[in-house]
């Protein structure tokens, strides 16, 4: 509270006695010392206030540095995606057309012969349906295996790979393969081991050799399922037979059709 200087000289003067003047003096100074904590703690405040305020103002400008970093991140994830994504497309349309001229070209050379990964002729075959489709595991290996190995058995009969149907089905399900992959290739390659170019090697799988018919079948579907994702495909055939992709492709899917 603040007093003018008349005000202070009247409560001096109205003082009854030395006490009186003495107390009023006491009062006048609490309260002047009252005022005074009251106008630093209220500086202090506002410093305090002031600070707190700036504080903020830095945050809130990180914060917004922030969002638009990561903003722009999302925009150029975004555009990534959408140019992979018309990249995939485009390959993808690129190998259709490249399997529809290899199909189309295998009906053109139906009968005729061609060189195989291994080095064997072998027939150019025309598949009856232009897609290999794909096999359903399911979750029943034991199933699996008796419903696949009696087919592919079926198809080697009579061939030196005779009777090796379960190890093929054994080695599909646990690689995660198409289970006709394997024998088919074999057909196109060697005529179902019949015309090997090295021990057991029935596939022109590369310049490997085997002891058994069970080794080299295991080795050779892991390599189908780790390289060629266990699938048929047009890109697959250009990797496994470069010369002659477009013939070994359809012979591949017309013998996997049999099996």
Same mark, same amino acid.
């Given at each position: 509270? $603040?007093?003018?200087?008349?005000?202070?000289?009247?409560?001096?003067?109205?003082?009854?006695?030395?006490?009186?003047? &003495?107390?009023?003096?006491?009062?006048?100074?609490?309260? /002047?010392?009252?005022?005074?904590?009251? !106008?630093?703690?209220?500086?202090?405040?506002?410093?305090? &206030? %002031?600070?707190?305020?700036?504080?903020?103002?830095?945050?809130?400008?990180?914060? %917004?540095?922030?969002? /638009?970093?990561?903003?722009?991140?999302?925009?150029?994830? $975004?555009?990534?995606?959408?140019?992979? $994504?018309?990249?995939?497309?485009?390959?993808?349309?690129?190998?259709?057309?490249?399997?529809?001229?290899?199909?189309?070209? @295998?009906?053109?050379?139906?009968? /005729?012969?061609?060189?195989? %990964?291994?080095?064997?002729?072998?027939?150019? /075959?025309? *598949? +009856?349906?232009?897609?290999?489709?794909?096999?359903?595991?399911?979750?029943?290996?034991?199933?699996?295996?008796?419903?696949?190995?009696?087919?592919?058995?079926?198809?080697? @009969?009579?061939? *030196?790979?005779?009777?090796?149907?379960?190890?093929?089905?054994?080695?599909?399900? %646990?690689?995660?393969?198409?289970?006709?992959?394997? *024998?088919?290739?074999?057909? !196109?390659?060697?005529?179902?081991?019949?015309?090997?170019?090295?021990?057991?090697?029935?596939?022109?799988?590369?310049?490997?050799?085997?002891?058994?018919? +069970?080794?080299?079948?295991?080795?050779?579907?892991?390599?189908?399922?780790?390289?060629?994702?266990?699938?048929?495909?047009?890109?697959?055939?250009?990797?496994?037979? *470069?010369?002659?992709?477009?013939?070994?492709?359809?012979?591949?899917?017309?013998?996997?059709?049999?099996?």
């Amino acid at each position: 509270m $603040q007093q003018g200087s008349g005000g202070l000289v009247e409560m001096l003067l109205s003082a009854e006695d030395f006490y009186d003047l &003495l107390t009023t003096i006491q009062y006048l100074d609490v309260i /002047q010392s009252h005022s005074s904590d009251a !106008v630093e703690e209220l500086v202090a405040l506002s410093e305090e &206030l %002031e600070q707190t305020r700036d504080s903020l103002d830095v945050q809130m400008t990180q914060a %917004e540095q922030e969002r /638009q970093a990561a903003a722009d991140a999302l925009a150029t994830a $975004q555009a990534a995606r959408a140019s992979l $994504q018309a990249q995939l497309e485009a390959q993808a349309a690129a190998e259709e057309a490249e399997r529809q001229a290899a199909l189309e070209a @295998a009906e053109q050379d139906a009968g /005729q012969s061609f060189e195989t %990964e291994s080095g064997n002729q072998a027939e150019v /075959q025309v *598949p +009856e349906s232009p897609d290999p489709g794909t096999v359903d595991p399911g979750d029943d290996r034991d199933a699996f295996v008796a419903e696949w190995g009696a087919r592919i058995d079926a198809y080697l @009969a009579g061939s *030196p790979l005779a009777g090796q149907g379960t190890t093929f089905a054994e080695a599909a399900w %646990e690689y995660g393969c198409d289970p006709r992959f394997s *024998p088919a290739i074999a057909m !196109v390659e060697s005529s179902l081991g019949r015309n090997c170019f090295l021990p057991h090697n029935a596939w022109g799988w590369g310049s490997s050799s085997w002891d058994s018919w +069970e080794e080299a079948i295991w080795d050779h579907v892991r390599g189908l399922a780790t390289i060629y994702g266990g699938q048929l495909t047009y890109a697959g055939a250009q990797m496994y037979c *470069p010369p002659n992709a477009d013939h070994w492709y359809t012979s591949v899917l017309a013998n996997m059709e049999r099996i």
